[in-house]
């Protein structure tokens, strides 16, 4: 049988959706292509670019998904100062990024123990796909500096990934039967507030909340 990269990463998504990421082993892997397991590490050097390649597949947008249109630069209208953006503004920055989150969050549930396989890549940085890439641009077209979109986008991403690795691991427990209850809906009503929170300090700094960039790069830690 031939095999490439693809192959490999296409199975590997099976086998996390089958059966999780504590049993996404090289020796499974290698059963499900019909191959013995030394012939996948000459398409994947080790495990951990194995799962790196699964994240960037998680993370990749499925045919057809939604894109988030932030529609015009609002820079052009507030020469790249957030600060005189207008309620109108800050609202369309708000919707943006709840549906950003709402589609982050639906890559991840997607796959069983998606959020943990992103969260586990995210520290090595072996994935190509950032997953807080877009949510930084989009920032960047509200005219926040680099600084702002770095820990704006960190936190918005920890906040998810967070999130999503509780409630399918709570999912998983209730399959089980070692916990009595889950609820869906319950867990995107949480989530929706959790992450209302957030954009509402994303709103205070497009209203002067927060503290100028600079003065935090600066200050004394």
């Known amino acids: ?23 996404l082993t090289m ?34 947008e499925p045919d057809g998904a939604e894109r988030i249109d932030t529609g015009v630069d609002v820079r052009d209208h507030y020469h790249g100062d957030p600060l005189g953006a207008s309620s109108g503004s800050r609202d369309e920055l708000a919707d943006a990024v709840r549906r950003w989150a709402g589609l982050f969050r639906a890559s991840l549930l997607r796959h069983r123990d998606g959020a943990e ?16 890439a877009e949510v930084s641009t989009l920032l960047e077209r509200y005219g926040f500096s680099g600084h702002q979109r770095r820990y704006s986008s960190r936190a918005l991403v920890h906040f998810i990934l967070g ?31 959790g992450l209302e929170l957030l954009v509402t300090g994303l ?19």
Not at 28 to 56: C, E, F, I, M, P
Not at 209 to 217: M, N, R
Request: negative net charge; proline residues 2%; hydrophobic residues 40%.
């Open 1 to 23: 049988m031939s095999l490439n990269r693809q192959d490999v990463v296409r199975a590997a998504v099976d086998v996390l959706d089958h059966y999780g990421l504590e049993d």
């Open 27 to 60: 020796r499974r892997l290698a059963g499900l292509l019909g191959v013995k397991a030394g012939a996948l590490y000459w398409h994947v050097t080790n495990k951990q670019t194995l799962l790196a390649l699964v994240s960037d597949e998680i993370l990749r």
């Open 117 to 132: 396989v992103v969260a586990s890549t995210m520290p090595v940085g072996l994935g190509t796909v950032d997953p807080a």
């Open 163 to 193: 999130h999503v690795i509780e409630e399918q691991t709570r999912s998983q427990l209730h399959e089980l039967g070692v916990v009595d209850q889950f609820d869906r809906r319950a867990e995107e009503e949480d989530f929706a507030d």
């Open 203 to 221: 709103r205070g700094v497009t209203t002067g909340g927060a503290e100028d960039s600079s003065q935090v790069e600066n200050a004394d830690i």
